[in-house]
């Protein structure tokens, strides 16, 4: 069963992305950042497998849209990243800055 703080955590990203959330777990790892996987469903072509990448809340305010930035350059250029979503560094929106993107297997 799901903690306040995941319940909270799934109806704030969905809320976001404008569609159920999943599955959402915290993944293991990462010292300095969270790392939450998740499924995004999609009635119409299936469930969409997605990352949360998020500083602690109330951690110091670190730039997660300067890191979707980097992403979508180095996807620009051919480099194989996973896809960005969303990202901000409002801590209104999920608690702290945030980015969202694809999950990739391996």
């Not at 915290?26 to 119409?44: E, I, N, P």
């Not at 949360?52 to 620009?76: C, I, N, Q, T």
């Amino acid at each position: 069963m799901p903690s306040d703080a995941e319940g909270d955590l799934a109806g704030a990203l969905a809320a976001l992305l404008g569609s159920d959330v999943r599955q959402l777990h915290r993944l293991t790892g990462g010292a300095s950042r969270q790392t939450w996987a998740f499924d995004l469903v999609d009635a119409s072509s299936g469930d969409r497998p997605l990352i949360l990448r998020r500083d602690p809340p109330g951690a110091p305010k670190a730039s997660m849209g300067m890191e979707a930035r980097l992403l979508r350059a180095a996807a620009e250029v051919g480099v194989p990243v996973p896809e960005v979503i969303t990202a901000s560094d409002d801590p209104a929106v999920l608690g702290s800055s945030f980015l969202v993107m694809e999950r990739v297997e391996g």
